[in-house]
């Protein structure tokens, strides 16, 4: 032994080990044998207690830090809201002087005159106009500059203030670089004898003569800004050093139990750019009472819930597990006693009792994790698509962006938003838009990779993450989305044509914050939309482009009250005969600056604040009138005039053409109206009722936009109307998309059915214009035909062009007859 121990010393150490761990197994085996199940069970009753006393301590303590970081994410939200509310309060009350200055001629002639005194005396006049049309004190100062920013005159508060203590006096620094090409008011912040916002408006028609500059006090708004808060606000310097105090701001040694929130701004001293800060403080003791007082209530739960569970477990184990045990043992004493004797069954419980225990334990614990994956349902799954919802999407974007910044991988973020959804709900119902949203979201879903994650954020919005894409592969995956789409939805009778708009960004070009991302994608999003070209990458140009559609909102009102529009018609040719039978009134804007404006970037703004019922009586008259003219030339074409859904909500309507009809002694068949489908789906009952009045006057109607998606066909069997208008994305499409032209060719033979004529928009080539004769359209309008036309230039088509009035179609139609094979009619 000894010499093999000698040869393999290996061996003895593993045998002294497993000796060791013997005697250990031992010593615990003594011990348990010498505890009672009671004691068992009472010290497990007790562990699992503290276990899921220790559970519901860690969970609330993680409720907790998630309720302040949640209070800490809204009062950042507030604070930062209220801010730029107050900014733009100050933008625009300056921009209120800015607009009295420019329609004040004393004040110009005296800016381009550079008369000192006289703008000395005007900015005072304008002060005090101010100061009654608003009802507040003044701003601080107004200063008047020449084109190159030189100063010239200023009013102020005091009245005696010298040029040398003006205000923001090097505010304006950056903007002397690049004068006198400013156009637009520049604006900012600047520190001197207090915090005030400075606004630079160039005055002017055609070029700035001047520029005035509104100075106001911002720590007085600041006040009003802390009162609706009811929070106390601070305003530091970077460096931490405090300019200004609202409310009762606490010491910082008793602030370990509040939330201070803080937003930067910019802002100009002694014309150099730095850092403030505006923090708010929101005093959480409170909360944290609150906490620790359910902390308390939960201990003292959790021990009485303990003392009861335990004394219930005792008796439970008495009568299931410790008598069948003692019966068992009784019994096997017997049979020890008398080996003869006859062994009866015994019902032994204690086993079926534990495995029971076991199986409802395992229970326990499978409803408990169920329950976690329901409420992870219920908080990061939208319940109506099943797709994450936005608070999941917002959690995987950022994971995205951290992953995206260690491995320097891109990745696309898209935001979708479905057209006209609005209306579809207000026309077909809640149930039939929550039904589209479940089929658009399964569509979406089976057409992404796995690595990819689609999310409703809301409404009809959708949102599509795309990892490790480039600008060409996010381009294709928009294309996929829109093309799934495209196949109609059904939904009992109702077929519906959805068409939606998408805003790519892509990470890191577009942004490196989630929610910058979400906002740019939101930009590109509705450029797309109005753009009505499916899908849009962003562009910094898009934040310019919705401040001019801004500015064009403000001038509205003052171009139809200057009658700034103009008409243009576009001939309808009959395709049987080769010949003009009517032309259609298409409204244009000659604005003063922009020149001539096409009505997309105009009508839906009339929509939308209504001012469109201002402009249709106008484009009426005007529309009567040259085809009073066309007749008395010998022209017998119709006038087609465009209706919105605003004019047919207007009980007046029919009344309003009823007299221009006769003041322009027109016959109603040489007007014809035409109402989109969305117009008339809008309010079915209303739009009926004004159709069924405008009908009976012998006025012509037609449904324009056809096939786009709202028509139902039990309201359209009904609707009083003599023409469709085939939607031109149809028309256009259907040389290259077989889709395109059966949707076309259904519309006319449904059309034809039902004893409607058919109208094609979108005849832009003579293909298509053949294609259109094949399928036995009526009439058609498009720029293979003719370009909208001026009134003087649409008198020059009718008698001269081929498609007009004077010379026969016959040799228009040879000619196109000659460049291929007879068409079928």
């Known amino acids: 032994m000894v010499n093999e121990a000698r040869i393999n010393p290996t061996a003895g150490d593993e045998s002294a080990s497993e000796a060791r761990r013997n005697r250990l197994g031992r010593r615990f085996a003594r011990f348990f044998r010498r505890v009672s199940m009671r004691t068992s069970l009472i010290a497990t009753v007790l562990t699992l207690g503290a276990l899921g006393l220790a559970l519901t301590f860690a969970g609330a303590a993680v409720y907790r830090d998630l309720a302040i970081e949640q209070q800490r994410a809204v009062l950042t939200d507030y604070l930062r809201s209220e801010f730029g509310a107050l900014r733009r309060d100050l933008t625009v009350r300056a921009q209120w002087l800015g607009e009295a200055a420019q329609n004040d001629a004393g004040l110009i002639a005296a800016l381009g005159a550079r008369d000192e005194r006289a703008l000395a005396r005007r900015l005072g006049v304008l002060a005090q106009h101010h100061e009654r049309l608003l009802g507040e004190v003044a701003p601080a100062q107004l200063q008047a500059y020449d084109a190159k920013l030189n100063i010239l005159a200023h009013a102020s508060r005091p009245q005696d203030l010298s040029l040398a203590a003006l205000l923001c006096a090097n505010w304006r620094a950056p903007a002397a670089k690049v004068a006198p090409g400013i156009r637009a008011p520049l604006s900012g912040f600047c520190l001197q004898d207090g915090l005030h916002y400075a606004v630079l408006i160039p005055l002017g028609r055609e070029a700035p003569v001047g520029y005035l500059q509104v100075v106001m006090g911002v720590e007085r708004r600041l006040g009003a800004m802390q009162a609706g808060m009811a929070l106390p606000l601070e305003l530091r310097m970077v460096s931490g050093r405090v300019l200004h105090q609202l409310g009762k701001w606490p010491a910082p040694d008793t602030t370990d139990e509040a939330i201070v929130v803080e937003h930067a701004f910019s802002a100009h001293e002694r014309g150099r750019a730095m850092a403030l800060k505006i923090a708010a403080l929101k005093d959480m003791s409170d909360v944290h009472a609150g906490f620790a007082q359910a902390r308390y209530f939960i201990l003292f739960v959790a021990v009485l819930l303990t003392v009861a569970f335990m004394f219930v477990a005792l008796v439970a184990l008495q009568k299931t597990a410790i008598e069948p045990l003692r019966a068992l043992a009784e019994r096997l004493r017997g049979v020890r006693r008398d080996v003869q004797a006859p062994v009866h069954p015994v019902p032994v419980r204690g086993t079926a009792e534990v495995a029971e225990l076991v199986v409802e334990f395992n229970a326990m614990i499978a409803g408990m994790r169920e329950l976690r994956v329901n409420m992870d349902d219920i908080a990061f799954t939208d319940p109506l698509t099943q797709l994450p919802n936005r608070a999941m999407f917002l959690d995987r974007l950022r994971q995205t962006i951290h992953a995206a910044k260690r491995e320097h991988r891109p990745f696309a973020l898209i935001i979708m938003d479905l057209d006209h959804f609005k209306d579809i709900n207000d026309t077909l119902g809640h149930h039939i838009g929550d039904l589209l949203l479940e089929q658009v979201a399964e569509r979406l879903r089976d057409k992404l990779r796995d690595s990819d994650m689609v999310a409703r954020l809301g409404g009809d919005e959708f949102a599509v993450l795309l990892s490790a894409v480039s600008v060409k592969q996010a381009e294709?995956?928009?294309r996929m989305l829109l093309q799934t789409l495209r196949s109609p939805f059904v939904f009992h009778e109702h077929h519906l044509d959805i068409s939606a708009s998408i805003g790519i960004v892509l990470h890191p070009d577009h942004g490196v914050e989630a929610n910058v991302l979400l906002q740019r994608a939101d930009v590109a999003m509705y450029a797309a939309k109005t753009a009505n070209s499916g899908f849009a990458f962003y562009d910094t140009k898009m934040d310019q482009h919705y401040g001019t559609r801004l500015a064009l909102l403000s001038?509205?009102?003052?171009?139809?009250?200057?009658?700034?529009?103009?008409?243009?018609?576009q001939p309808k040719v009959n395709l049987a005969s080769g010949r003009v039978e009517g032309v259609e009134a298409l409204v244009r804007w000659n604005h003063p600056r922009e020149g001539v404006i096409p009505p997309d970037a105009f009508i839906s703004l009339l929509e939308q604040t209504g001012q469109i019922r201002n402009l249709t009586p106008w484009v009426l008259n005007e529309a009567m009138q040259q085809s009073a003219r066309?007749?008395?030339?010998?022209?017998?074409?119709?006038?087609?005039?465009?209706?919105?859904?605003?004019?047919?909500?207007?009980?007046?309507?029919a009344d309003t053409i009823a007299e221009q009809l006769a003041a322009h002694q027109v016959e109603p068949a040489w007007l014809e109206l035409e109402i989109t489908e969305s117009a008339v789906m809008t309010d079915p009952a209303r739009a009926l009722d004004m159709l069924a009045r405008l009908s009976?006057?012998?006025?012509?109607?037609?449904?324009d936009d056809f096939g786009t998606g709202y028509s139902s066909l039990s309201y359209l069997k009904r609707l009083p109307v003599d023409a469709i208008k085939i939607d031109k994305t149809f028309v256009t499409g259907m040389i290259k998309d077989e889709n395109d032209a059966a949707i076309v060719r259904t519309s006319v033979e449904l059309a034809h059915h039902l004893g409607l004529e058919v109208v094609a928009e979108g005849a832009e080539s003579e293909a298509v214009y053949r294609r259109l004769r094949e399928l036995g359209c009526d009439l058609a309008q498009g720029l293979f035909l003719s370009r909208p036309l001026s009134p003087e230039d649409l008198e020059v088509?009718?008698?001269?062009?081929?498609?007009?009035?004077?010379?026969?179609?016959?040799?228009?139609?040879?000619r196109v007859e000659a460049r291929a094979v007879p068409l079928r009619r």
């Open 797 to 814: 088509w009718l008698e001269q062009s081929l498609w007009g009035m004077k010379k026969s179609g016959k040799d228009k139609a040879a």
């Open 696 to 703: 009976a006057m012998g006025l012509k109607l037609t449904i």
């Open 476 to 478: 294709t995956a928009a």
């Open 630 to 653: 066309l007749r008395r030339m010998g022209f017998p074409v119709s006038v087609a005039v465009n209706l919105s859904v605003c004019d047919l909500q207007d009980p007046s309507l």
């Open 555 to 569: 001038e509205l009102r003052q171009a139809i009250e200057q009658e700034q529009f103009t008409l243009c018609y």
